[in-house]
Each structure stands twice: as structure tokens, then as C-alpha cells.
């Protein structure tokens, strides 16, 4: 449920302290002006999308680029160490306010932790499979987890 602006609880994004917020209502601001060509006319981004947002800053003269899961984002501005990958409780995926956002404990993602070995061996071992012929989402569930993090383990993988 949308509160009205005077009940509004604002935070800023973790990693981008000072160039951008977000609020109970699931909306993202940027509040500093960030040198990124596609952000200087735009104020409120975010809003009502449960897609990709992407936010960036200047740091030592570079510009460092960031895309998140704007649901993810938001819950994580709000909430620490999660564990799951998030849904909306109402299934409206345009409401991201931060009473209508959860973990979805039914899955986990893709963790060394949760295989008890190391990063290197999880991909090697999605690696093979993938080689193999093998849909990213057969893979997501022989592990666990869902297929962009099957695409973004991989993806790493093969950038390293």
C-alpha cells in the first residue's frame, strides 16, 4: 500500500550514498548529479517497475555503472542480509512499495555456501552442463537457484 509523502521513509541505495534514494513506496531518486549522459534529465527513476534499473556515479574521474532487479534493490535498501530471491506479495510486480515486497524462501540462489564448495567449482560444474547442451533453466534447477544466476555465474566465469 502507497503512503502519502509525509509518512514516506527514505534511505539511501547501499554503494551510492549521496547520488541516489530510495522510498517506502518502492520509487528511486537520484539526488546528486552523476555525469551520466542518460540520468541528467531524468529526476525520479524507478518507479512502479519491477525490471532493470540502472544507477551510476563518478568515482576518481570514472564512471562506474550499476544494473539491478529494481525490486531487489529496493528490499535491499531496506533490509539486510537476504538470502532469496524477491517477489511481490500481491503479485502486482508495478507496487514496490516496501510492505508488498518478500523473499520468496521457496528458492535459494546459487551460493557456494549452499554446495559447500567453492565459487570456482559451482561454475565449473554448471560450465560442463552448459556444454553439454543443457538449458539454463534445467541447470537452475539441478542447483537450486534461477537462471539469470545461472547466466551471471557464467558470465563471470568467462570475463575472468
Known sequence: MKKE???LIWKDIKGFEGFYKANS???????AKTNCEEFVKKK????GNSG?????????GEIVKKHYITKTLIFDTFNDNRSHP???KNGNESDLSIGNLEE???RLYCA???????????VA??????EGGVSYKKIAKVFGCSDVTVKNYLKGYKNK
Open 5 to 7: 509523502e509525509t509518512d
Open 25 to 31: 513506496n518502492g520509487e528511486i531518486w537520484r539526488i
Open 44 to 47: 525520479q527513476i524507478g518507479t
Open 52 to 60: 532493470i534499473v540502472a544507477l551510476c556515479k563518478q568515482v576518481d
Open 86 to 88: 524477491i517477489i511481490c
Open 104 to 106: 520468496d524462501k521457496s
Open 112 to 122: 557456494p555456501k549452499i554446495y559447500k564448495e567453492d565459487k570456482a567449482t559451482t
Open 125 to 130: 560444474r554448471m560450465s560442463k552442463l552448459k
